[in-house]
C-alpha cells in the first residue's frame, strides 16, 4: 500500500525553500572583508618555533629533504600541496600558513592582497649565490622590495614526434598557425589553463607587430581578442589538451600527440623512456624563433606567519646547493642555486635544463599574474577573471 | 585516593543514569543529536554556505569576494552561449549513459535474479562489486590506454579495416557508462529479486508468451528500481569532471567549476546550482514514476 502521509518531493521542496530564504538573509547582511594588513621584515632569525606548515608544488617538499630539515631545526614540517597558482592563493588567503612555493601568475596577486611580507634577504645566506637574472624580477620584487626567494624555473618547450613531424619546426606557428597546424589536426597538444593565452601572445607578439604588444600578460581588448581567436582556431587541430604532466607524457607515449607545448620534465622522461620525440635544438637557442613563455616559483612568507623564524630556516634550507640540487632533479627544473650545479647526481643537469644559461632564460617569459592595471596608469588591460572566462570559451 | 576516585566516578556515572532513566525523549535526543546535527550542519549547511556564496561576486580590481547581493553571476550564465552549451552537453551525456546503462544492466540483472543458481548468482554479484574495489582513477587511467591511438581497442579492431573512436565525446560515453554499470545493476537486481517467480508462472499458466509475461508483469513490478538506478548513473555522470578530461577535450559543468573555482568562487558557486536544479527536477520526475515507493 501506498502510504498518503509522506511526500518526499514537497519535503524537498521545503527543504530547499528553507535554504533559499536563509542564503538571501546571508547575502543581503554580509559585508565586504578587508584585510590588508601587510606584514614588517624579520630583523633577525631567532630560535625556531618547532613547527612550519607550508603550501607547496607536487615535488617540492619531499621526505628526502625535510626530514634532515627537521633534525636540524625542529621544525616539523607540514606540507598541503596545491594543484594551481589559484589554489595556492585561496589557500594563502585563509591565513594559516606560513609560507608558498609561488609562480610568477600567484605572487602579484598574494602581494596586492597582503598575504605575503616581504623578505629580508639578508637573513637567508644561501641567497647570495642564486642566479642573479633570477634577482629583483617583476614576480618576486615589487616597488624595489624583496618578496621571496628564487627556487628553480623552467621555460614550456615546443616538443615533437620525430618520426611524424618533419621537417623539424623552428617556430610556434606548427601549431598555431591555423594553415600549417591543419597537417597535424587532432595530433597537436596544448597546455590545459588561462595562462595558455600568453602562448598565443608571444606567437602574436613575433608575427602581428602591428597590435603592439609588449609584455605577454598584459593585454588591451584588442590584443586580447586577438590571441583569443588564434586559439580559437587552434581548437579544431588540438588532439589533446594537457594539464597533468602524466597525460601529455600517455599521449605522447601512445602517438595520440605529435606536437605540442611541454615543460622539460615531460621532455627528458619521454627522451628517457626511448620514445622519438626532439624539442629545439642548441642551435636555435633551444627555443621556437618567437621565444616561449615559462615559469619561476618563489618561496614567500605569509604575512600571518605564525612560525617566521622555522620560515627563515626553511628559505634558506631550500636554496642551499645540495637541497636545490635535490630537489630540481626530484622535480626536472632548473635550480636557482648556481652552487646547486656541483651537487646534482647526472653532472649534465644543469646543462640539460639550462641552469646556467642566461642567454636561454632572456628569450623565456615568466609566467605573471594578468592584471587590469598594467603600468599605463588606465588599467584597460584584460585582468585574470577574463582570461579564464575567455578560456572556457575558447575550448567550448 | 583510588577507592574515592572510584567511588566519586561511580556517582557520576548512576547520576548520569539516574538523569536519562524513564526520559524517552532525552534518550532519543541524545542518541540523534551527532547524525542529525551532521546532517543538518555539515551536510546542509554547507549546501546553504554554496546557495548563498552564488549571489556573492569578485571585485574585479583586487580579486577578493565582495559579500553582498548580486545577479551577476546568473546574467554571464545565461547570457554566454557557451555555458548553455556545456550544460546541455552535460546533460545529454548523462541521459546517454543512463539509458545505456539500463539497456546492459537488466538482461544481467534479470539473469542474476531469476536465471543463475545459487552459486552463479554469488559470483556474479562478485563480478559486478569487483570493478568498484579498484580505484576510479585507475581505472579512467586504463580506458585512456585502451582507447589511445596505439592502443588495444585500435589493435583488435585493425584487421576489420575499422579503427576506435579516439578520445573525445564518444570515449566519454564509452567510458562513464562502463563506471556506473554497477550502480544500475545492483537496484535493478533488488528490484528484481522480489518479484515472487509464482506471479511469472501464473502468467505463464494464463497463456501469455514469455514476451507478454515481461512486457505486463515483469516490466511494470521493476521499473522503479530502473528508475531508482537510474538517479545514480544520472547523478554520478552530471558532476563528474574527471573522466572528460582524462579522456576527451569536452568541458562539463564540473570541469568549468573546477577552472573558476579559486579565482572566482561565486561564479564556481552559481554554476554548481545548476546540477543541482536539474537533479531536483529529475527526482520530482522519478518519484512520478514511483521510484520511491518502496523506500
Known amino acids: 500500500m501506498r502510504k498518503h502521509d509522506a511526500h518526499p518531493a514537497r519535503t524537498a521542496l521545503l527543504i530547499a525553500g528553507g535554504l533559499v530564504v536563509f542564503m538571501l538573509l546571508l547575502a543581503g547582511c554580509g559585508s565586504s572583508s578587508n584585510n590588508t594588513t601587510s606584514g614588517e621584515e624579520l630583523q633577525k632569525v631567532g630560535k625556531g618555533e618547532g613547527a612550519l606548515s607550508l603550501i607547496s608544488w607536487a615535488g617540492y617538499v619531499e621526505p628526502e629533504w625535510t626530514k634532515p630539515f627537521e633534525e636540524k631545526t625542529g621544525c616539523k614540517v607540514s606540507d598541503k600541496v596545491a594543484g594551481t597558482s589559484d589554489e595556492m592563493v585561496q589557500l594563502m588567503r585563509s591565513g594559516q600558513y606560513d609560507g608558498v612555493s609561488a609562480s610568477g601568475n600567484a605572487s602579484a596577486r598574494l602581494v596586492d592582497g597582503g598575504d605575503v611580507a616581504p623578505v629580508n634577504v639578508s637573513l637567508v645566506p644561501n641567497y647570495k649565490t642564486i642566479f642573479s637574472d633570477l634577482k629583483d624580477q617583476p614576480y618576486n620584487t615589487f616597488d624595489g622590495v624583496n618578496y621571496g626567494i628564487p627556487h628553480g624555473r623552467g621555460a614550456n618547450l615546443l616538443m615533437w614526434n620525430t618520426n611524424d613531424v618533419k621537417p623539424a619546426p623552428t617556430s610556434w606557428d606548427v601549431i598555431l598557425d591555423p594553415k600549417k597546424a591543419a597537417k597535424y589536426k587532432g595530433k597537436i597538444s596544448a597546455y590545459d589553463d588561462p595562462i595558455y593565452i600568453a602562448d598565443a601572445a608571444v606567437y602574436l607578439k613575433a608575427h602581428q607587430p602591428e597590435l603592439g604588444i609588449e609584455n605577454p600578460y598584459e593585454l588591451n581588448e584588442e590584443q586580447f581578442e586577438a590571441a583569443v581567436s588564434l586559439l580559437k582556431e587552434q581548437r579544431p587541430n588540438v588532439g589533446e589538451y594537457w594539464s597533468e604532466a602524466a597525460k601529455q607524457i600517455s599521449a605522447f607515449a601512445g602517438g595520440d600527440s605529435v606536437v605540442g607545448t611541454t615543460w622539460q620534465y615531460q621532455y627528458f622522461e619521454l627522451e628517457g623512456a626511448g620514445k622519438p620525440v626532439a624539442a629545439s635544438p642548441a642551435s636555435q637557442g633551444f627555443l621556437p624563433s618567437e621565444g616561449a613563455t615559462g615559469w619561476s616559483d618563489t618561496w614567500m612568507i605569509s604575512s600571518e606567519a605564525k612560525h617566521p623564524n622555522c620560515m627563515y630556516k626553511w628559505m634558506d634550507w631550500i636554496v642551499s646547493p645540495k637541497v636545490n640540487a635535490e630537489v630540481a632533479e626530484y622535480f626536472g627544473e632548473a635550480p636557482a642555486q648556481s652552487l646547486a650545479c656541483e651537487e646534482t647526481a647526472d653532472k649534465e643537469f644543469c646543462t640539460k635544463y639550462h641552469a646556467d644559461n642566461p642567454g636561454f632564460w632572456k628569450r623565456v617569459y615568466y609566467w605573471e599574474t594578468p592584471l587590469a592595471d598594467c603600468g599605463n596608469g588606465s588599467s584597460d588591460c584584460k585582468d585574470y577573471n577574463d582570461w579564464v572566462q575567455a578560456w572556457t570559451s575558447i575550448k567550448g | ?295
Open chain 2, 1 to 295: 585516593m583510588a577507592t574515592e576516585a572510584v567511588v566519586e566516578g561511580r556517582s557520576v556515572g548512576h547520576r548520569l543514569a539516574g538523569l536519562f532513566h524513564g526520559r524517552r525523549r532525552l534518550q532519543v535526543g541524545t542518541l540523534l543529536a551527532g547524525p542529525v546535527g551532521w546532517l543538518v550542519i555539515g551536510y546542509l549547511g554547507s549546501l546553504a554556505v554554496l546557495l548563498v556564496a552564488a549571489f556573492w561576486s569578485v571585485d574585479p580590481l583586487s580579486g577578493e569576494v565582495v559579500r553582498g547581493l548580486s545577479f551577476e553571476n546568473f546574467e554571464t550564465l545565461f547570457n554566454e552561449p557557451v555555458y548553455r552549451e556545456i550544460v546541455w552537453r552535460t546533460v545529454r551525456v548523462a541521459a546517454l549513459v543512463t539509458l545505456t546503462d539500463a539497456i546492459l544492466a537488466f538482461p544481467i540483472a534479470f539473469y542474476m535474479a531469476k536465471v543463475a543458481s545459487r552459486r552463479g548468482k554469488a559470483i556474479l554479484v562478485v563480478a559486478v562489486l569487483l570493478p568498484l574495489w579498484s580505484s576510479y582513477l585507475v581505472k579512467v587511467y586504463a580506458w585512456r590506454t585502451m582507447l589511445s591511438a596505439g592502443g588495444v581497442i585500435n589493435w583488435a579492431l585493425a584487421p576489420f579495416g575499422l579503427e576506435g573512436p579516439g578520445f573525445g565525446g564518444t570515449a566519454v560515453w564509452l567510458v562513464m557508462s562502463y563506471l556506473w554499470l554497477p550502480y544500475m545493476i545492483l537496484p535493478i537486481y533488488a528490484g528484481l529479486e522480489r518479484i515472487p517467480n509464482s506471479l511469472i508462472s501464473a502468467s505463464e499458466d494464463l497463456g501469455a508468451s514469455p514476451f507478454t509475461t515481461f512486457r505486463r508483469v515483469i516490466l511494470p513490478l521493476s521499473f522503479p528500481a530502473v528508475v531508482a538506478g537510474s538517479i545514480f548513473t544520472f547523478a554520478l555522470t552530471l558532476g563528474d569532471y574527471i573522466t572528460p578530461r582524462l579522456v576527451s577535450n569536452d568541458q562539463f559543468i564540473g570541469n568549468v567549476i573546477f577552472n573558476n573555482i579559486s579565482n572566482n568562487l561565486p561564479f564556481a558557486s552559481a554554476l554548481a546550482l545548476v546540477p543541482i536544479v536539474v537533479m531536483i527536477a529529475y527526482l520530482m520526475v522519478a518519484r512520478k514514476l514511483g521510484a520511491f515507493e518502496h523506500i
